[in-house]
Each structure stands twice: as structure tokens, then as C-alpha cells.
């Protein structure tokens, strides 16, 4: 069965670095989404992904945040400079449509220290 | 901001019981969706609902969505162990963002 996976399963991080969180989405899915979310609490909204541009994005993803989709099968976010706050799951998911089941992968446990 | 209530957000029930969990969202909507979460595991999807009064249901959970109160109901039937699980609503946007629900933990006791 087809799966969205994500690399590395666990990263941990000095504050002030840049990380990159891997993603391969499901091959024919059209639409791509990050999420996070911090121990315990909700998941919130990052970014989605359509035809190669960002279609929407929440409050948290600042500047600081960058989503880039560079070779056709995988799609990375990229923190700049890490905070203590940063310190979260970050789960990458996918769907066909807009209107479709998203399909979440395993998630990428960011630990900034 | 949209924001997206639900309750109960703990819920502990009795094996054979029924019960329901709410999800209230403030602001229109075109897509509501109710996805499972097992501790440390990823989020799955349970249902995907387009269109007022849409009912699906898939072996003990049934969810339903009622768009004019802004409303939908995840609703367990004679629940199981196995249904143990934190359970998260989400909504989407004409602009294709998600709010998520805070989440109902629940757990099935003997």
C-alpha cells in the first residue's frame, strides 16, 4: 500500500541551526501539507503545497520556515534557525485531491536543544 | 482565525457502551475530517465529510455533519478496546488551511 514517508525519524538539533525534514509524499497525489505538533498538544496547520507553490499558510510558518518540493518526488521544510520552540513531531501528509483524504507519514521528532 | 472545538476532551467509557464526540467549528466550511491518532503513532483518516447531512460509517464509528450549526458528531458504537485512541476533528478552508481540533482521548475500560 502506498505510504508517505519521512526522513530522519528523530533529529536533534543545537538552537541557531538549520534543519531539513524530508518527505516523500504518495506518487500521485497532486497536494502536500506539513503539520507539527508539540508533545501532547494539537496538531496545527503549517503549510499546503499545489503545482509547485505554496497555496496557504498559518501564522507559524514565518520566515524562519521554507517548503521546497526540488527534484519531483520529495518535499522538504526547511528551518533556518532553529528555536527551543521549534521542538516538536512534524508530520508530513498528502493527498490527491483537495477534497480527499490526506495520508500522513510516520513523522520527524525535532528536538532543538 | 477558525477556531474548532471539542468535547469531551477525555472521554473514559465502558466496553458496549455508546457514545458521541463533538466537534463545533466557527466559520464556514467545505470539508470536515476525523482522524485517529494511536500515542507516539501518526495521524489516520477515518472520514472525509463534503456536504451537509453527510453521514459515513465504517465498522463502529459513524460521523455526520450538520454545516448550518457547524457541527459534526463522531459517534461510537458498543465500543471496543481496540478503540482506544486520541481522536481529532479537522477543518478545511477555501484556501486549503486545516484547523484541528484539540482532541477527545479516549479510553475503553473492561
Known amino acids: 500500500e502506498p505510504e508517505v514517508t519521512q526522513t530522519p525519524s528523530h533529529q536533534v538539533t543545537q538552537m541557531g541551526q538549520e534543519v531539513i525534514l524530508r518527505c516523500v509524499p504518495i506518487?500521485?497525489?497532486?497536494?502536500f501539507y506539513w503539520y507539527r505538533q508539540i508533545l501532547g498538544q494539537k496538531v496545527e496547520f503549517l503549510v499546503s503545497f499545489y503545482n509547485n507553490e505554496i497555496s496557504e499558510k498559518s501564522e507559524i510558518f514565518d520566515d524562519q520556515f521554507s517548503v521546497e518540493r526540488p527534484d519531483g518526488s520529495n518535499f522538504t521544510l526547511k528551518i533556518r534557525s532553529t528555536k527551543l520552540e521549534d521542538s516538536a513531531m512534524y508530520f508530513c501528509?498528502?493527498?490527491?485531491?483537495?477534497?480527499?483524504?490526506?495520508?500522513f507519514g510516520q513523522g520527524t521528532r525535532l528536538t532543538v536543544v | 482565525e477558525l477556531k474548532v472545538e471539542q468535547n469531551p476532551l477525555f472521554l473514559s467509557m465502558q466496553e458496549g457502551k455508546n457514545y458521541t464526540i463533538y466537534c463545533n467549528y466557527s466559520?464556514?466550511?467545505?470539508?470536515l475530517y476525523w482522524y485517529r491518532q494511536d500515542p507516539g503513532k501518526s495521524l489516520e483518516s477515518l472520514f472525509v465529510l463534503l456536504s451537509n447531512g453527510a453521514v459515513k460509517q465504517e465498522g463502529r464509528l459513524m460521523a455526520s455533519l450538520d454545516t448550518k450549526a457547524r457541527l459534526s458528531t463522531l459517534h461510537i458504537t458498543a465500543a471496543v478496546h481496540d478503540l482506544s485512541a486520541t481522536y481529532f476533528c479537522?477543518?478545511?478552508?477555501?484556501?486549503?488551511?486545516?484547523?484541528f481540533g484539540t482532541g477527545t482521548s479516549l479510553t475503553v475500560i473492561p
Open positions: 479537522a477543518v478545511g478552508t477555501e484556501g486549503n488551511q486545516f484547523y
Open positions: 506518487s500521485n497525489h497532486l497536494y
Open positions: 466559520t464556514t466550511s467545505d470539508r
Open positions: 501528509a498528502s493527498s490527491l485531491r483537495r477534497d480527499t483524504e490526506a495520508f
